[in-house]
């Protein structure tokens, strides 16, 4: 079966700091991967997608990135965290005979 | 352009009553998807349906049903004799030929014992 990780679970960072936070999934070849914020009390906001090694489509201009450096990892970074940047942060992935999205439990950031 | 509104914020019942969370969506698409995902307070969203644009058949799950409309643009989500374990954040969403898949804002549901 497939699963989907996200970590770390919380982080708590200084405005300025760099952020990596990483997704993997499981079970699983050549996945569409998604990432996602939800602010406090909102909706989902889509960052970047991906449908391959490398391959990065960017939604939102911010100071956030993606790659893609393997098949089933998908990795969200910044060089210099602002406090906007708190949320809770969703990886997802479709599944290959279907296009629902699953999504992984989250990284709920809070930047000070 | 395509969009997804959900109009009811917040909805609180008491327990056993029948709750209706509303989805209205637009697109030029003839092809597309929707869907419902439940976030509960642990915030994971949980995959509930996925219906095809072709498709209009009213699907029941348990307690759950969905009422799609292509008439209307809606795909309406029904859960009968609410329970506390329903309490969550209910999302709507839409996906067509692209990869990219837009979300409405959320209902939150609160059942009250």
């Known amino acids: 079966s497939q699963t989907i990780h996200q970590w770390p679970a919380t982080l708590v960072q200084p405005v300025g700091s760099p952020l990596s936070l990483e997704c993997t999934v499981e079970g699983t070849s050549n996945p569409n991967l998604y990432w996602y914020r939800q602010a406090a009390g909102r909706g989902l906001q889509l960052l970047f997608y991906?449908?391959?090694?490398?391959?990065i489509s960017s939604e939102v201009p911010q100071n956030l990135s993606a790659s893609r450096p393997q098949d089933r990892q998908f990795i969200l970074s910044s060089k210099k965290l602002l406090l906007s940047d708190s949320g809770f942060y969703l990886c997802?992935?479709?599944?290959?005979?279907?296009?629902?999205?699953?999504f992984g439990p989250g990284t709920r950031l809070t930047v000070l | 352009a395509q969009k997804v509104t959900q109009a009811q914020t917040e909805i609180s019942v008491v327990e056993k009553e029948d709750v209706t969370l509303d989805c209205v969506y637009e697109?030029?698409?003839?092809?597309?998807?929707l869907f419902w995902y439940k976030q509960p307070p642990s915030g994971e969203l949980v995959f509930l349906i996925r219906r095809n644009s072709f498709d209009e058949q009213n699907e029941i799950s348990g307690r759950y049903s969905w009422n799609f409309q292509k008439s209307t643009s809606s795909f309406n989500f029904t859960i009968t004799a609410s329970q506390v374990v329903d309490s969550a954040v209910y999302f709507c969403a839409l996906a067509s030929g692209t990869y990219k898949y837009i979300f409405g804002t959320g209902t939150r549901l609160k059942v009250l014992a």
């Open positions: 997802a992935w479709i599944r290959g005979d279907g296009n629902e999205q699953f």
């Open positions: 991906s449908v391959g090694i490398g391959q």
């Open positions: 697109t030029r698409d003839t092809t597309y998807y």
